[in-house]
């Protein structure tokens, strides 16, 4: 029996998926700054020119590595929020931050996302990538608390923003202090019940 040949589509999706898996490795290792495309090529087991050939510039390839972590934190975050049957709007704010920072223990992926895509990347690309993961899941939290009367009527986004803000700083704390943070921002959240 022969094995069937993947097609181009394939080949080019499984280069790009090695990339992204490399360079994540080498950015959550070794900081942006100290990662070289030829280093992550390397890693990807691929060629620079078929790194080049997927991305412009090892900034392009840095961006593709913060949306995806992006995605995979509002992924964490939508089903820890979801995990229970009726968690109400409220419990599905606190389980759901907690799931995120849960997930920012990763040291590697608050270097990504907390250090050098702010230093990297423009303002605005990087609330770009925020809007459609991390602060839609929140702007949709608030907006459901708020429809169910669960929290008081507050400028959704502002709010929003704010409570990632929050996220943001609890996730750079260090380990022995995070209890503290959790318990605090819980009672923030209770505090904006109606």
Not at 25 to 48: D, H, K, M, Q, S
Not at 130 to 136: E, I, Q, T
Not at 152 to 179: K, S, T
Request: no cysteine.
């Amino acid at each position: 029996m022969q094995a069937q040949r993947r097609t181009q589509e394939e080949r080019r999706d499984a280069t790009r998926r090695a990339l992204i898996t490399a360079a994540r490795r080498l950015f959550a290792e070794l900081g942006y700054g100290a990662t070289n495309t030829p280093a992550i090529a390397a890693e990807a087991g691929v060629t620079r020119g078929a790194l080049y050939h997927h991305f412009a510039d090892k900034q392009a390839l840095f961006e593709a590595v913060v949306e995806e972590e992006h995605a995979l934190l509002a992924l964490a975050i939508n089903t820890a929020a979801e995990a229970e049957d009726e968690p109400g709007p409220v419990r599905a704010l606190i389980e759901g931050g907690d799931a995120y920072l849960a997930a920012m223990q990763d040291p590697g992926r608050r270097r990504i996302l907390l250090i050098d895509a702010p230093a990297v990347m423009e303002r605005r690309k990087l609330d770009e990538i925020n809007a459609r993961f991390g602060l839609k899941t929140l702007i949709e939290g608030v907006s459901a608390a708020i429809a169910a009367d669960a929290i008081r009527d507050l400028p959704v986004v502002p709010l929003a923003q704010l409570l990632d803000a929050l996220f943001d700083r609890a996730a750079q704390a260090p380990a022995e202090e995070l209890a503290d943070y959790r318990k605090s921002i819980k009672a923030l959240i209770r505090g904006l019940k109606t």
